[in-house]
């Protein structure tokens, strides 16, 4: 499965400059025989199947993709968790370039978007507000007045 993988990553690194804009997300690929990479997602539509991270321009077309190969223990270290080191390797190819790479709140944190920003890579995407790394206060509701945003809350 891995050979099949790095033949199409290389294939489509070959024949495919990518866009300026990139997304990176996970997709689950219907697959219906026992194996031990099979997901079960019951909020999905596709509740059983084999899980992929891609890379895609905003057209659909993959530049680069991944198999979920269950708990990658060997890329995780105290300071990069799994989905860093999974957005980390799907966009080295495009290092030094300047693309801007969105992404949900399953992939984006601070130490991400900041290794992904040295490698003048430009992030955009939600965050959740228990991501590690994030400001105490971010997850407050803040107010537009006149113009500029000011927290509800009282700064004593």
């Known amino acids: 499965m891995r050979a099949i993988f790095d033949k199409l990553n290389d294939s489509y690194a070959k024949y495919y ?3 300026e804009h990139l997304a990176v997300d996970e997709i689950t690929v219907l697959f219906k025989c026992t194996d031990i990479f099979k997901q079960y997602s019951p909020k999905k539509h596709m509740q059983f199947g084999i899980k992929l991270y891609k890379l895609c321009n905003s057209k659909g077309y993959t530049y680069n993709m991944t198999m979920y190969l269950c708990k990658d223990r060997k890329r995780v270290t105290p300071s990069i968790t799994a989905t860093h080191a999974t957005v980390t390797e799907l966009a080295a ?4 370039v300047g693309h801007k790479l969105y992404m949900d709140n399953f992939f984006s944190s601070p130490a991400l978007f900041y290794d992904l920003h040295t490698k ?3 992030c955009c995407g939600n965050v959740r507000q228990n991501r ?24 004593s």
Do not use: C, D, Q
């Open 132 to 155: 590690r790394g994030m400001a105490r206060n971010f997850g407050h509701k803040m107010t537009l007045k006149g113009g500029v945003l000011r927290p509800r809350w009282k700064v």
């Open 17 to 19: 400059s990518p866009t």
């Open 93 to 96: 190819r495009t290092e030094h």
């Open 120 to 122: 003048t890579i430009t």
